[in-house]
């Protein structure tokens, strides 16, 4: 049971719009900025969004972040085949001397 | 350029220890914590533990204090996560990671990872 909430998977077809939503508590994304991660398949987890809905260097415009109160939400516009992958969000949590907690991940599928 | 590169994939026996390691390179490696992150077959990300090379501050997740130890060498920029007898679900990936700034911010870069099957 992973601390923070995300829905197990979503779908859209190409050019679509889809968000996934992450849950959590007061102790995390309640006084924490949010993290994205987006994980192609067989490869190493990368940055995706940071501080909430900030974008690296190379991520493209599709991809935003947002949050409010103890709930975040990632968003993906223009949807393209090569985003299926799992993404996953995490924050810092300040409770028990404080750590990361993650997401259970969202399986993304372009059909 | 920032890169963090992994050990190799690793094949243990229930009750053996192991080490398994992180180098950095391309950035000053004292200055930003490493972690550890853990990736179970087909399960999602969980975060270990993380330690500041610079003075060997280290914090662990709740999860797993007690069950690893994490250290680091700075003169040779390379960050270890250790066990001292393993179990069978320790079978999974690990992937080191470079946090951003302070301890609570993003990880910004990624190890390779370095697969470890416990099987006897």
């Known amino acids: ?11 859209g077809t190409p050019g679509q719009r889809v968000t996934i939503s992450c849950s959590g508590s007061s102790s995390n994304i309640g006084s924490n900025t949010v993290n994205w991660y987006q994980q192609l398949p067989g490869t190493a987890p990368k940055l995706l969004i940071y501080s909430n809905n900030q974008r690296p260097s190379g991520v493209p415009d599709r991809f935003s972040g947002s949050k409010s109160g103890t709930s975040a939400s990632l968003a993906i516009s223009g949807l393209q085949s090569e985003d299926e992958a799992d993404y996953y969000c995490a924050a810092w949590d300040d409770s028990l001397n404080g750590h990361v907690v993650f997401g259970g991940g969202t399986k993304l599928t372009v059909l | 350029e920032v890169q963090l590169v992994q050990s190799g994939a690793e094949v243990k026996k229930p009750g053996e220890s192991l080490k398994i390691s992180c180098k950095g390179s391309g950035y000053s490696f004292t200055s930003y914590w490493i972690g550890w992150v853990r990736q179970m077959p087909g399960k999602g990300l969980e975060w270990m533990g993380i330690i500041y090379p610079g003075d060997s501050d280290t914090r662990y997740s709740p999860s797993f204090q007690g069950q690893v130890t994490i250290s680091a060498d700075k003169s040779i920029s390379t960050a270890y996560l250790q066990w001292s007898s ?4 320790d079978t999974a990936m690990y992937y080191c990671v470079r946090h951003n700034g302070g301890a609570t911010t993003h990880f910004d870069y990624w190890g390779q990872g370095t697969l470890v099957t416990v099987s006897s």
Not at chain 1, 1 to 11: G, I, M, N, R
Not at chain 2, 86 to 89: E, F, G, P, T
């Open chain 1, 1 to 11: 049971q992973s601390v923070l909430t995300q829905p197990p998977s979503a779908s």
């Open chain 2, 86 to 89: 393993l179990k069978a679900s």
